[in-house]
């Protein structure tokens, strides 16, 4: 009679290495194993032709549903049943027990790899290729609350021992090293397709490591390629080990903000998911960081100073001589669909990019670029990224702040190295940003943000020649105005900063930012002072009181 057997499902698009894995599970002492139980029932269904076809129907069952139960489910000998199963053979029709019972995982390998020695037997297709439908059983099987492990053929071929192993923890089997080799030859196993689908399988005897330089794709098939890699990558992205060329891969670090693991963002012209927001390799940004950028913060459904924010953009388009820019209108609608989509009202920022725009070939010339410009709109959760009650810590850094002889900081551009230099010395320092002197040695801005001094009830932030004319520094500085206080813009030297009464920085994503020390000097008393606190309160009404409408956003 036999006795009820555990289930191992294998799901595979074709030439996966999927024979080879049967092969290896076949070594096993504990199970048997069925190749492709289901391909009669998936050729009578479909009437595809294949030079076996007519053998194949006479000889095997084709009731899908009978397969399931009489040949899949049936009673054995052995603890294990290992099932190889082709991703397209899971037609309509077949009874749910085939997913919901039994243990299930998905073989998957890049089509760079498969589309090459695809067409054999039969010409490549997207049909045939079945990613598509792999991608649906993952889903199906995730659904049901069995979500499979996931291998990449590629990392069966590194490390056949370690991947092995990982598998079988998976299922909750134990390995037995009899599953690295196996004997060359067709084996009783075998489909009856084995002689048009298996030759190369047939002369290995284990995992072979794949070559170090693979043969030249066919660009006949590109098309298909770009059809089928998404889909790869998306399974892809589920496998737990995964080698890279370059360097070995790093753990996924924590976010900020959890909430925007999961968040849509605009690029081009659409908005697509958090890891599909990319840009092409041909764009400018990458090119050459030849973009310009705006931070815009959204408060109580509406978007502090937009309208200021994109004179701004305009403006540095043109001075870096952009050609085919989006209208003020299109960019206004990409923010405010991103928003809705998001459903991002409030405490929210947005990184918004404009860029060059796609060139037609690698090089610096923007004669290069004739597909229009990029916009991108990237919105988060992120509350003010300083500590604003408590206060933050500054040093001065080495590197000098841009000259305008050199790239003028009032062309808000994407190209930031000269502050990134610099924040490198801030965090080397363990100090929250550090200040960027101008090239004769007065304080411009920190490598973020605008900066304010108070001495003596006179209130003084440097000239915006070195510095970025920050959209919050004017704010700030009509507030300071508005609060009677006296304002002076000029020259202030590092001494002036270190024995100042108080200091802040401003910037949209920090807003209105306490500095409590800076170089190891106590600035006051050590306390956020009594003007900052006023200035932050006249900001904070401010922003949630002004700015433009979400449009179609309704406050619940």
Known sequence: MGEEVELIHSWSAPRSLSTGLMYSFAQRDDIEVLDEPLYANFLRITALDRPYREELLSKMESDGNKVVKDIIYRPGSKKYRFCKHISKQMVLGLTEDLMKNGKHFILIRNPLDILPSFDKVVPPTFFELGLAELVCLYNELCEIGKPPPVVDAAELQKDPEATLRGLCNDLEIPFQPAMLNWEAGPKPIDGLWAPWWYKTVHKSTGFKEERKYPQPFPFSLYDLLEQSLPLYNMLRHHVKKKSSLLSPPLPLPDLPVPANEKLLAWVGDEIVTRDSAKVSVFDS????GDSVWEGLRVYNGRIFMLEEHLDRMFDSAKALAFENVPTRDKI????????IRNGMFDNSHIRLSLTRGKKVTSGMSPALNLYGCTLIVLAEWKPPVYDNERGIVLVTATTRRNSPNNLDSKIHHNNLLNNILAKIEGNNAKADDAIMLDKDGYVSETNATNIFILKKGRVLTPHADYCLPGITRATVMDLVVKEQFIL????????????????WTTGTMGELSPVVKVDGRTIGNGEVGPITRKLQAAYKKLAEQSGVPIQNYLHA
Request: hydrophobic letters at 40%.
């Open 285 to 288: 940004v990458v090119q050459g």
């Open 332 to 339: 206004k609608e990409a923010i405010f669909k991103t928003l």
């Open 488 to 503: 002076e813009e000029r020259r202030i030297s590092l001494s002036e900063v270190h024995t100042a009464d108080e200091v």
